[in-house]
């Protein structure tokens, strides 16, 4: 690989090692959010679901722009997969870059299961007070 190919390559480099940044600060903010949540602190939740937001779309922003770089580097034909790209690769760049997308792949994995984890909760929570609510909204009714 030569030229814009290789510059290309240096940008997808950066690129994951910035995802793999961004997916752990974000593992840390869902840890906070669910301590927020199980504790009831509302202001809290609120500036974790704006720090949340903030970072995702940073994370979808590198996505689509790795998108492009993979379609540089592959080409037009199919589809810009990170797979294809490491097939063509010499074996040593193949791993470095390999041993990167495997380790985001899991981080990614940990984040949804965390995001998951924070949702249940959170809608456990709110169906606990509708509950709540309607049952104090009976007694009062009945008064």
């Not at 994995?109 to 249940?120: E, F």
Request: aromatic share 2%; hydrophobic share 45%; charged share 25%.
């Amino acid at each position: 690989m030569r030229g814009k190919s290789t510059e290309a390559l240096a940008a997808l480099l950066r690129d994951l090692q910035a995802d793999r940044s961004a997916y752990a600060q974000l593992r840390e903010l869902l840890e906070a959010q669910f301590q927020a949540a199980l504790r009831h602190q509302a202001e809290a939740l609120q500036r974790l679901a704006d720090e949340i937001i903030a970072l995702v779309d940073l994370v979808e922003a590198r996505g689509r722009q790795r998108g492009l770089l993979l379609r540089q580097l592959l080409g037009t034909q199919g589809e810009p997969r990170m797979d294809r790209l490491l097939q063509r690769l010499p074996a040593k760049a193949a791993q470095a870059l390999g041993g990167l997308w495997t380790a985001l792949e899991q981080q990614v994995r940990d984040c949804k299961a965390l995001n998951q984890r924070n949702c249940q909760l959170i809608t456990e929570q709110q169906a606990l007070m509708r509950r709540v609510m309607g049952v104090e909204e009976e007694l009062y009714a009945e008064s």
